[in-house]
Nanobody, 127 residues
Framework: QVQLVESGGGSVQAGGSLRLSCTPS????????MAWFRQAPGKEREGVAG???????SHADSVKGRFTISKEGGKNTLYLQMNSLKPEDTGSYYC?????????????????????WGQGTQVTVSS
């Protein structure tokens, strides 16, 4: 079992920056996949960025060049550095993880690849 706790959300103006963190706890040997998802009101949850056990990353086209996913290996703490934020980035941001030992050429950004989810942290970007 893995518990995930997100932090770092808030309200910023367009063009601003935020850094999200996700801290896992529980009993596990390795976390093979971690990712950030977001969900705006009335919309489906969408993948933002993912990172594999080997450090490979993937980013959704909508955030490439603005957001960067990273992980502190020793503690499995996950980060999402968000720069040049836009109003359309507004939503609840969720951390996700999976313990199954799989390798991907590009970490997947679909919800069905992840078993464990955090409660989310709100990001609001005003114009």
């Amino acid at each position: 079992q893995v518990q995930l706790v997100e932090s770092g959300g808030g309200s910023v103006q367009a063009g601003g920056s935020l850094r999200l963190s996700c801290t896992p706890s529980g009993f596990f040997n390795n976390i093979y996949l971690m990712a950030w998802f977001r969900q705006a009101p009335g919309k489906e949850r969408e993948g933002v960025a993912g990172i594999g056990h080997d450090g490979r990353t993937s980013h959704a086209d909508s955030v490439k060049g603005r957001f960067t996913i990273s992980k502190e290996g020793g503690k499995n703490t996950l980060y999402l550095q968000m720069n040049s934020l836009k109003p359309e980035d507004t939503g609840s941001y969720y951390c996700a993880a999976d313990l199954r030992p799989r390798l991907f050429s590009s970490p997947p950004l679909s919800t069905d690849h992840y078993v464990y989810w955090g409660q989310g942290t709100q990001v609001t970007v005003s114009s």
